[in-house]
C-alpha cells in the first residue's frame, strides 16, 4: 500500500525568509510550477544572510587534489558547488555560485563540469583548468544532469512545474562540443532522476510514475516501465542488466529487468528510501532511507538489505567512488557528507563546512566524482 511522503526537510528558500517545511518534493517549495516554457527567468537569490556556508581553509597554494580525483558536491542550500579532494576529504574549494543547484557531474576526463542550476533555466558549464563558466539555456528549473561515458552528451532532467499539469517532461540533450542544446526528448512527466548504462546504449529516466528508457544513438523512448508507486532513485548494474530504483511512497526498492521492465524483486527498506548507487563490481547496492537517517546496504546477490548504517540527518544523495572503496551521504539536513569505507560498512569521516558552518544551509543535494584536470 503507498503512503503519502512526509518529508522531513527543511530548505532555506527565498534568502532570508523563514525555513520552510516541505510536503512534496523540493520543486514544491522553490515555486516549481506553471508552463513548462514561461518567459521571464527567475532572480538569483544567491546572497541570503550568512553567504554559502562550506568554506575552503586558508592554506595558501592549496589549489587541487593531491591525488587522483576530485568531488564535485551541489549545495541546493548553499548556492554554490564545493571542490573536495576526494582522498583527504579536504574542501579545496567553494567558487562556483550557483542557484540551488540539486545536479552536478563532469566529463570523463574531468575537464569540464555540468551543474542543474535548479534555482534558474540553465546548467552552469565550468571549465575546470581554467575556471571559466558558461550558461546553457535548458527550460525551467533542471533538476539533475548526467554525462554520457564517452563524454560526448549531457542529459539533463527539466522539471518545469511539479507535477500534473505545467509540468515538463523534457529530457534536454546538450553537446559537450559545442555546449548548446542539441535535442529534446520527451519523457514522463516530471523527470527527477538520470543515469547511463556503462556502455552509454541507454539512459534511465525516473518520472512521476514511469521509468523511460532511451535509446541513446537514436535519441528517444524505447520502454516504458510504469510505476504508480512514483520512483525517485535509479542506478543501474555495471552489466546493465538491472535497475535499482527507490519509490518512497511504497517504502522499497525495486529491482528491475533493464531489459524487459519486469520486476524480479521488491525489497522492503526504511522510511523514505530516496537515493541509490551501485558499487563498480555491482557486489552492493547503497539506498539513502531519508526519515530514519540511515543508509541501507544491498547485497545484490541475494537482493537482501545486509546493513544499516546511521549517518546525517536526512540522507538525500548518494555516490560511491570510482574505485568503489567509499560510498559518500549527502544529508540534507545535517548539511554535511558522511562519507563510509565499503569495507568496514563505517563511517570514517565527516565532511562540512568548517567554523561558523549553520549545516541546514548547505543541503548538498548532488555529488560527482571526476579525475583531478
Not at 59 to 68: D, N, Q
Not at 124 to 135: Q, S
Not at 168 to 178: E, G, M, N, P
Request: with cysteine; charged share 20%; glycine share 12%.
Amino acid at each position: 500500500m503507498l503512503k503519502k511522503i512526509s518529508r522531513r526537510r527543511l530548505l532555506v528558500a527565498g534568502g532570508a525568509a523563514g525555513l520552510v517545511m516541505l510536503t512534496a518534493p523540493v520543486g514544491a517549495a522553490l515555486g516549481l510550477t506553471g508552463s513548462s516554457s514561461p518567459q521571464a527567468r527567475p532572480t538569483p537569490t544567491n546572497s541570503a544572510p550568512g553567504g554559502p556556508k562550506w568554506e575552503a581553509p586558508s592554506r595558501p597554494g592549496l589549489k587541487r587534489a593531491a591525488t587522483g580525483y576530485l568531488a564535485y558536491v551541489a549545495l541546493a542550500g548553499g548556492y554554490n558547488v564545493s571542490t573536495v579532494d576526494a582522498a583527504s576529504h579536504t574542501i579545496l574549494a567553494t567558487d562556483i555560485k550557483t542557484d540551488a543547484a540539486q545536479g552536478v557531474a563532469a566529463t570523463p576526463d574531468g575537464k569540464k563540469l555540468y551543474v542543474a542550476d535548479t534555482g534558474q533555466y540553465d546548467v552552469l558549464v565550468v571549465n575546470a583548468v581554467d575556471h571559466g563558466e558558461r550558461t546553457v539555456h535548458v527550460g525551467p528549473y533542471p533538476k539533475d544532469v548526467a554525462v554520457s561515458p564517452d563524454g560526448t552528451k549531457v542529459y539533463v532532467a527539466v522539471t518545469g512545474g511539479d507535477t500534473g499539469p505545467g509540468g515538463s517532461d523534457t529530457i534536454a540533450v546538450i553537446d559537450t562540443a559545442t555546449d548548446t542544446v542539441v535535442h529534446q526528448i520527451q519523457v514522463g512527466t516530471t523527470p527527477r532522476k538520470v543515469v547511463f548504462s556503462r556502455d552509454g546504449a541507454r539512459a534511465y529516466v525516473t518520472c512521476e510514475d514511469r521509468v523511460s528508457v532511451i535509446d541513446v544513438a537514436k535519441g528517444r523512448v524505447i520502454h516504458t516501465f510504469r510505476d504508480k508507486a512514483g520512483p525517485q532513485g535509479i542506478a543501474v548494474d555495471p552489466a546493465g542488466r538491472t535497475l535499482y530504483v527507490t519509490e518512497p511512497m511504497a517504502g522499497r526498492v525495486s529491482v528491475i529487468d533493464a531489459d524487459t521492465g519486469r520486476t524480479r524483486q521488491r525489497i522492503a527498506a526504511g522510511d523514505q528510501p530516496w537515493a541509490v548507487d551501485v558499487t563498480p563490481d555491482g557486489a552492493r547496492a547503497y539506498v539513502t532511507q531519508m526519515n530514519d537517517d540511515t543508509v541501507a546496504v544491498i547485497d545484490t546477490a541475494s537482493r537482501k538489505i545486509t546493513g544499516q548504517i546511521a549517518v546525517g540527518k536526512l540522507p538525500e544523495s548518494v555516490a560511491v567512488t570510482p574505485d568503489g572503496r567509499e560510498v559518500w551521504v549527502g544529508n540534507g539536513f545535517s548539511g554535511s557528507v558522511s562519507v563510509i569505507d565499503v569495507a568496514s560498512g563505517a563511517v570514517i569521516a565527516t565532511i562540512a563546512g568548517g567554523t561558523g558552518t549553520k549545516p541546514i544551509d548547505a543541503e548538498p543535494l548532488g555529488i560527482a566524482f571526476a579525475k583531478a584536470p
